[in-house]
């Protein structure tokens, strides 16, 4: 119930390429779903987030598309490039114990953008 | 703006010895603070959250604990590590929805 799956576990694409990271949940309760990017050694970086009352949000090179009858959440990278290359985890979050939120963690895709 | 500091950057330590780690968070009071720990090509397992000063849940049974001594302050602690406690140890400030990561700690055990 609390899972959240990412497919696929890793990607290559071309330099220019568009990436899709998907990613899919059974918990309605979940009401916040962010996006990282981790290089690796250091910590993940957010990158993009989005609430389940909107359909699509676009921050620069990246957009979130969410499906909330479908439970289901991607990410896209436009004219991807080399500097892309990273590990990119999908999360979703709950309320926790009444005052924090838990983030469940998909469980990441790594991405090669080659050039 | 906020930063979040983590301490030491690598570490290496025999098994049985003792273990603190910690993590600092700049330019904000009381925020929800977090421990994980990833292990290597996997995603990160929710360890420890904190909503206060001495206030700290545990996710995860485990010879691991932690302290928050002050509000901006949050250590990570072993009396005794154990092989399968090497790992990418990570801390993360939280504002309400949004949780911000440091950059971590790496931890060989010996």
């Known amino acids: 119930q609390q899972q959240v799956k990412q497919s696929p576990q890793s990607l290559i694409v071309q330099k220019g390429g568009i990436p899709i990271i998907n990613c899919a949940y059974e918990?309605?309760?979940?009401?916040?779903f962010p996006w990282y990017q981790q290089f690796p050694g250091k910590g993940p970086a957010l990158l993009i987030a989005?609430?389940?009352?909107?359909s699509e949000k676009k921050e620069g090179r990246f957009t979130i598309s969410f499906n909330k009858s479908a439970k289901q959440f991607s990410l896209h990278i436009m004219d991807s490039q080399p500097g892309d290359s990273a590990t990119y985890f999908c999360?979703?979050?709950?309320?926790?114990?009444?005052?924090?939120?838990?983030?469940?963690f998909g469980t990441g895709t790594l991405l090669a953008v080659q050039p | 703006s906020q930063t979040i500091h983590q301490w030491p950057a690598t570490l290496v330590q025999p098994v049985g010895s003792p273990l603190s780690l910690e993590c600092t968070v700049e330019?904000?009071?009381?925020?929800?603070l977090y421990w994980y720990r990833q292990a290597a090509g996997r995603g990160l397992q929710l360890l420890f959250y904190?909503?206060?000063?001495?206030?700290i849940s545990s996710e995860v049974p485990q010879n691991l604990s932690a302290s928050r001594p002050q509000d901006r302050q949050f250590i990570l602690s072993s009396k005794k590590l154990l092989l399968s406690d090497s790992g990418f140890y990570l801390c993360?400030?939280?504002?309400?929805?949004?949780?911000?990561f440091g950059p971590g700690t790496r931890l060989t055990v010996t």
């Open positions: 330019g904000t009071s009381n925020p929800n």
């Open positions: 993360a400030w939280s504002p309400v929805y949004e949780q911000y």
């Open positions: 904190s909503v206060g000063i001495g206030q």
């Open positions: 918990n309605t309760a979940f009401d916040y």
């Open positions: 989005i609430r389940p009352d909107v």
């Open positions: 999360a979703a979050s709950i309320r926790y114990g009444g005052a924090t939120n838990k983030l469940i």
